[in-house]
């Protein structure tokens, strides 16, 4: 076999991260960040010694390590899995639609895994040291990541990825994967083309981004969608859909762009449909101010355990904005019309729980009252049902089940 034979055995990537780390490491000095040709150029200088199967290799394997997730790039590969989590100790889980179940992937020491995490907050746009211990941020696969460094955590770096769906869901595809009832599905298709003012609600993981982006696709044509996010997860099967994403101080501390700033700006926007990702502090205020000032059919994503809950939510995120009680009752009890509430349930689904509407009290406070909840056998109408059947012009007599 000569030095050159196609055929030979791709080298170990222990040899190959040894081969040419200093390589590369010489480019970086220059002032030649690695990019996908640098690497190609790199691993080809390797030629003569491992043949060319082993040059394909160690070119998989250096932009694996230095443009892509190194030792959790299999698992991002893999079709069903939605998050994985390196924890400070070096065990590695992921989910699978299954909940969280540890997986065997050799992940360096904490080192190695410290390098890891601040290579990744790079590609994300993020700073990641000990003076910026923490970062949250987007890969430009999509992925959204999470890390966190010691000593605010144990052991060693943290970092946790969310896979963004690999396509895009539609309605139809959530109803048949039996996330709500079959009967269902027109009246979800009326409360977007109505254009009811609405939040999905409901736990991490539950589903809410998913639905989301499910409703929103059901969205006429014509429609101009303005979504402002923190991080962008939203992905919506719409021709006409405008995105904003929020922007954290840069390494001086300057340059921080917020939600509230960027709810502002979309409203400047000509939006036909304003859309806040997830409702998480102080731009509420701005959120419920546009959808009571004539711009209908707004809508986002609340953190919140039950549909109940939502004003108690609310009330809580307002006063992050410097409102007191009775001023978020008088904004929300007529900014917001509807709450979709979505659940994870055993064995990893996600089942769209309760409809609600949001009716006012005899002090003028809103509360939530179900109109349709699901148990994943039995669809029930509530009290509420014929006030979210006038809204979304359907017989009240003729209950969906």
Known sequence: MTSQDPDR???????LRDSFDEPVWQRIRLG???????????????????????VTAADDALRSRLLGAGPLDDLLLDLEVTDIALNGDGSVWVDRGRGMERVEVEVGDPGERRSLAVRLAGLAGRRLDDT??????????????????PPLV????????????????????????????????DLLVALVRRRVAFVVTGGTGAGKTTLLAALLAEATSDERIVVVEDVRELRIEHPHVVRLEARPANVEGVGEVTLTTLMRQALRMRPDRLVLGEVRGGEVRDLMAALNT??????????????ADVVARFEALGALAGMD?????????????????????????????????????????????????????????????????????????????
């Open 9 to 15: 055995p791709a080298p170990r990537a222990g040899r």
């Open 32 to 54: 030649m960040p690695p990019d996908r040709s640098s690497i190609s150029a790199v691993a080809r200088s390797g030629l003569a010694t491992l043949g060319s199967l082993g």
């Open 132 to 149: 910026s211990p923490w970062v949250d941020g987007q890969l430009p696969s999509g992925v959204r990541l999470h890390a966190i460094l």
């Open 154 to 185: 144990g052991g060693g770096p943290h970092i946790t990825l969310r896979v963004p769906a690999r396509s895009r869901i539609g309605l139809s595809a959530l109803g048949a994967r039996a996330m709500f009832p079959a009967p269902w599905h």
């Open 294 to 307: 004539g711009h209908e059919g707004g809508c986002g994503t609340l953190h919140a355990n039950a549909a």
């Open 325 to 401: 009680p009775v001023a978020v009752h008088a904004q929300l009890g007529t900014a917001v019309r509807v709450v979709v509430h979505v659940r994870r349930v055993a064995g990893g689904g996600r089942r769209l729980e309760t409809v609600a509407v949001l009716r006012r009290g005899p002090a003028g406070a809103p509360y939530a009252v179900p109109a349709l909840t699901w148990d994943g056998v039995t669809a029930r109408a509530g009290s509420g049902w014929p006030e979210l059947a006038e809204l979304l012009g359907h017989d009240p007599e003729q209950v969906p089940q």
